[in-house]
């Protein structure tokens, strides 16, 4: 399979060859030839596995030989992402696929300065890639206009539609044109989701590049137990002993990236962080410095969960578990890459053990637990399987009251029957969502 064969045009091939991209990977050899002829697209395949030019280069084509010239202020195309690192990284993606076509491309995104982005637009701009919060701002400035809009793509779809952006993503939906090619991509797609996106398209194609909900293959991934409160220790401890040479690291809450980030400066480690709280001119430089190597441990909220492409990253660490499952996938989906090997580590302490249970659910696997001598958890983390049961330890049997023989709790206490497991057995549901904060 080549590209040609999909049915793109010289300009294009000659960008890919340039490029280096000699084989179309399995979703872009789906969904290529599918976008080309105009079809609705719901479309799942693992993380790293481009999915950008999946899009990006029939939309591209589409552009290219179809439509009308760019009026001011309008767009023909709209590419929506959850985080402005996103866009930034989407637009710099479709810039390079755009190289030898007549066509311009721009991204908008909170954060930094209105003016210059109003400015721009005024010309009138092919393919927009934009989070939601900021397009909408210049919406109702009128600074960016709708009605030439040919194409939509929701990337990171199934973050797009979740309750988060519902608000933002209503009302650019009620202010595009109603005939226009609809694109959904992403790596996890939950029952809900599918069933709540199937509506806002035309006769979908549903691709799947299998399988369902996963990072790739290529990701080797274990868990370490740990007492909550020894995770960071755990964490300076493995980077040492292991000799972690660059090394990004999930933690929950905006305050847990910034302690650790602290500790690890004070111990000589050369490290930054990213969250919704720092101004956006300093997360994308720690982002920029982390891909260049020049920082060796980058620690971030959910906000760098989604489809950063961070070149050869070798390993992603969970200080803490992701609340929604479907975030772990994209999470230890930084890593393995493009084909590339990747390692993913969990520190999982016993309060986290329900939301371990709906990883494995939503991953059909059991993680491995490699446990490490000096950080034995007091609190033991409960044994989990991809079935969604947590097996708790027996209890040890409460010591018998006098009259326990009286309330039927003596038969097996006096007559040396084995004690009756008392095995706590538990479903968890395989879908953990719910109202989500909207700046991790
Ligand atoms: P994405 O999943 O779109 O973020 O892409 C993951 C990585 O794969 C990026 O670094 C892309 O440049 C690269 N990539 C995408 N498609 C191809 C291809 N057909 N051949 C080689 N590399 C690719």
Not at 65 to 90: D, F, W
Not at 96 to 101: G, I, K, P, T
Request: proline residues 6%.
């Amino acid at each position: 399979m080549n590209f040609a064969k999909l049915g793109l045009i010289e300009p294009l091939l000659r960008t890919l060859q340039q490029l280096d991209y000699t084989t179309p990977t399995p979703v872009q050899a789906k969904a290529i030839p599918a976008v080309l002829a105009g079809r609705d697209l719901m479309a799942a395949a693992q993380t790293g596995t481009g999915k950008t030019a999946g899009f990006a280069l029939p939309v591209l084509q589409r552009l290219a030989l179809e439509g009308e010239k760019v009026a001011a202020n309008s767009i023909r195309a709209l590419v929506l992402v959850p985080t402005r690192e996103l866009a930034e990284q989407v637009h710099n993606n479709v810039r390079e696929y755009a190289e030898n076509l007549p066509l311009s491309t721009y991204a908008v995104y909170g954060g930094v300065s209105i003016n210059p982005q109003m400015m721009r637009l005024r010309r009138g701009v092919d393919l927009l890639v934009a989070t939601p919060g900021r397009l909408l701002d210049l919406f109702r400035q009128n600074a960016v206009k709708f009605n030439q809009v040919q194409t939509l793509v929701l990337d990171e779809a199934d973050r797009m539609l979740d309750l988060g952006f519902a608000e933002e993503l209503q009302s650019v939906y009620a202010a595009l044109p109603r005939k226009r090619q609809t694109l959904l991509f992403s790596a996890t797609f939950s029952e809900q989701i599918r069933m709540l996106a199937g509506l806002a398209l035309n006769d979908p194609l549903s691709i799947e590049v299998s399988p369902r909900n996963a990072a790739a293959a290529s990701v080797k991934q274990w868990l370490v137990p740990v007492d909550k409160k020894r995770k960071a220790d755990l964490f300076c401890h493995l980077l040492r002993k292991q000799r972690w040479t660059q090394v990004l690291v999930f933690a929950k809450t905006r305050n847990g990236v910034d302690q650790l980030v602290e500790r690890l400066l004070a111990e000589g480690v050369n490290a930054d962080g990213i969250h919704g709280d720092r101004p956006q001119a300093t997360r994308q430089r720690a982002l920029d410095t982390f891909k260049a190597r020049e920082v060796q441990v980058l620690v971030a909220t959910d906000v760098a969960a989604r489809g950063l492409d961070i070149d050869d990253l070798p390993l992603v660490v969970n200080l803490d578990l992701p609340i929604v499952a479907e975030d772990y996938v994209h999470r230890i989906g930084r890593t393995g890459r493009a084909g590339n090997k990747g390692e993913a580590i969990s520190l999982v302490c016993a309060d986290e053990v329900q939301m371990l249970s709906a990883i494995e659910v939503l991953t059909r696997q059991t993680l491995a637990r490699h446990e490490e001598p000096d950080f034995i958890p007091e609190h033991r983390v409960p044994m989990t399987d991809a079935s969604g049961q947590v097996v708790k330890k027996p209890k040890k049997p409460k010591k018998p009251k006098e009259n326990s023989a009286k309330r039927g709790l003596g038969r097996w206490m006096d007559s040396g029957e084995p004690e009756p497991a008392v095995k706590a057995v538990r479903k968890v549901p395989s879908f953990n969502g719910g109202p989500r904060k909207r700046k991790p």
